[in-house]
Structure formats: structure tokens, C-alpha cells
């Protein structure tokens, strides 16, 4: 079997995820704050394009994955991005990625905003800051009741959500704007090929993390060289179908004004039945936003504790409860993921900034996964897919690049010069940070991959 000189090859890890509790646990962390809070915003920028719009990011950001769900087939990490890091660009990158996984918890602020959005737009009076923080509570007590606990709640609350958005869709469909679907209408593509583009800068947030929102659980799939990309692919179908016919039905239930810059609950108002608005309210939208927080942060503490166990942080750092719940690290991001929330920024300049510094460190990474013909070829010729060849690998790692370049720039595009520079700034210091730790010796890399 394959090593490389700083790895040793872990195969008993336990399994809770089959393919239904991995595509629930998938759909339902990506279905979320995108979906509910920022189509609206999307519809804004484009018009009644916005659901066009969400299918190509969608499409873009199955893209810029590809190169994950090829090697999914091959090997399973058990620290997310930061395993894959240490295995494919060297472990003295190792630190940079362990602390992207604590940047991204301004994708977690994103979401639990987005719940306050929610909570305010049925209670006037409610605070958006306290339901913010309230959301953030909840979900931090469902992972530290471990990851069986947080795959059972995921499943149902999925299941729930998926019934609360076909109801909406149904309501709407039928009384549907034709402008909603007239591609040369005044009103479809309101701005452009900008405004497109940055209709896409906003909705591609939700619909491009597979490595972290699936990829990541691959240590509890069961069968993962052949249920993992089954899992992302049938993900991407899914994501199409949901974000498609929700955003169709949300900018179309009415007219374009009324839902611009607005959140699904303005259109679901406007043609439900009441009982059936605070039900959909509930099912949907707040669900969606619980189900999304909650594997997102359970995704982000699987890479830092395994960045824990390695020696960039504190090994006491990834303590385990009786549930084998990483708590410190769970109660670490949560309390990141609150400043965002306690300052007030704007829900739409922490995606740009989330996508943006995503982007900086996924670009390298892909580009290193191309050695993994290489350095483990007796495993890469016995993939999960049987039809995989390093030829259509090649390509994929080349598409996915050209997608990330993409999402790169559409995303910094909304940014300010200050703004771009400050996430330079930080990038830089994540990986003089890793560098430095690397040298000094105290670093122990082990147990990052396996193959079973």
C-alpha cells in the first residue's frame, strides 16, 4: 500500500453514514442561508434571471469540485481539506488550511444572520442579533451530542425541509409570472451580463463547498470509495432541482419588485394560506438554516481537531466527550462565528469575503491533487469508478481550476480594494504561520488518509 513520508494509513475508522443519511446530511448543509436569504438579493442584481442564475452556480460549483469526487473514489481523508493538504501540497502547508477551517466560520455567521433575518420577518419586534446567537446555541448543544446524534437530526430535519419546499413550489407554480420565464423580457436580465455575474458571485456560496459539506464525512461513509461520489454527484442533481424551482417559484409567485432584495418568506406570505405560511416558515426557511449550520459546524471541527491531533494546535485542544464529540473545538467556532454576528456586517460582504478567501487556498490545493496518479497509483487504478482514467482526471483537475478562477474573480469583484488586500494579508499570515510551526519540530503528521 501507497504512503507518503509523513503519513501512516488508518483503515478502522467507524461507520455511521450509508448513501440516505449521507445525500440528507449533504442537501441539508447546503441548503440554507443561500437559498433563503440570498436569492432575493440575487434577484436584485439580475432580475427574473435569479433562478437561471442559481443553476449555473450550481453547475460552476459542481465544477470547481470535480477533482474531489474523482478522488473520493480512490481514498477518504480524516481531517477534510486540511488531511488533504498535508498528503498533496506537503505537510508544512498544513497549518494555513487547519486555520481556513476557523476562517470559514464567517460562513457559519452567514447563516445564523440569515436565521435572524427569518425569525424578524415574522416577529416585528424580535432581535436579529439575539435569534442569530440563539441559533448558534442550539446547534453548538446537537454536535456535541456527537456525530451519530448530528447525522440522525440532519436526516429528519432534511426530510422536513425537502416536504416544506415542495408545498411552496406547488403553491406557486401554477400562478406563476410570465415574465419569470420571457428570456428577452425587460425585466429577466435587469443588469446585464454584471448583474448576472454577480447574482452568480452570491449564489455559488451555496452551492460549491462539497469538499467541506460532503467530502469531509467520508471517514463515516460507509463503502466510501463507492458511495462518496454517488453522494456529491447525486448532491449536485439535488441542489439544481431545489435551488432551481425554489428561486423560480419565489421570484415568480408575484412580480419582480416585491421579492428583490427581500427573503422567501415575502413571496410564501403572499400565497399561502396562514397556517400554512407559519408551518412553511418553520419547515422551511428556519429549517433550512438549522439543518445548514449544523453540519457545516460539525464539517469545520472534523479538520481542526484532526489539525489538533497533528500538533498545530494543542492536542488538549481536541478533547472528546462521552458522545466523542470534539466540545472545545465545537465551542471555539461557535464563539468565532459570533463576532461577525455581534458587529453587524452586512450578510452579503461576509459571502463575497468567505467565497474570496476560499478561493486563495482551494486554487493551490487543486492543482496539487494532480499528483495523485503519482503517489498512489496501485490505489488510484482500483478507484470506485471503475472508468476513471489519470487522462479524465487531468481534465477534471483543469475544469475545476478554470471554475475556481471564476468564482475567484466574481467574487473579489465586489470587494474593496481595502478589503482584498486584507484577505491577501491574511492568507499570507496563515501560511508564515504553518511555515514557521513546521520548522520548529513539533509538528507530528500521522493517520491522514486511508483507503478502505
Known sequence: MSKNNNQEIVVNEEKYLDRKKLLMMAVGTFVGSGLVSLTGVAAAETGYSVWLSYIIAVIIGFTSALPFVLMSSVMSFRGGTYSIATTFLGGKYGGAFAFLSLLNALGLAIMATAFGLYVQSVFDNASIMISAIAIVGVMWFVNVMGIEFLASVQKYTTYILLISLVVFVAFALPRLNPDTLNFSGPEFFINGRNGLFAAIALLVFSAQSYDVNVYTYSRYTIDSKKNMPWGMTATMVALALIYGLVSMAAVGAKDLQSFAGQ????????????????????????????????????????????????????????????????????????????????????????????????????????ISMGKLPKMFPEEFKNSGLKWLTEKLYYFAIAIALLARLFITYISIAKLSTTLIIALVITAAICFVFSFVRYKSGQVELSHNYFFD
Open 263 to 366: 427573503t422567501l418568506t415575502v413571496p410564501a406570505k403572499a400565497i399561502l394560506p396562514t397556517p400554512l405560511f407559519y408551518a412553511f416558515v418553520i419547515g422551511g426557511p428556519i429549517l433550512c438554516l438549522i439543518t445548514t449550520v449544523n453540519g457545516y459546524l460539525g464539517a469545520l471541527t472534523i479538520g481542526i481537531a484532526k489539525a489538533c491531533e497533528d500538533n498545530w494546535l494543542p492536542r488538549s485542544f481536541a478533547k472528546t466527550n462521552k458522545k466523542g464529540a470534539y466540545y472545545l473545538i465545537i465551542t471555539v467556532v461557535s464563539a468565532v462565528c459570533l463576532i461577525p454576528i455581534i458587529a453587524g456586517l452586512n450578510i452579503g460582504k461576509i459571502t463575497n469575503i468567505t467565497v474570496a478567501i476560499g478561493s486563495l487556498f482551494h486554487i493551490p490545493l487543486i
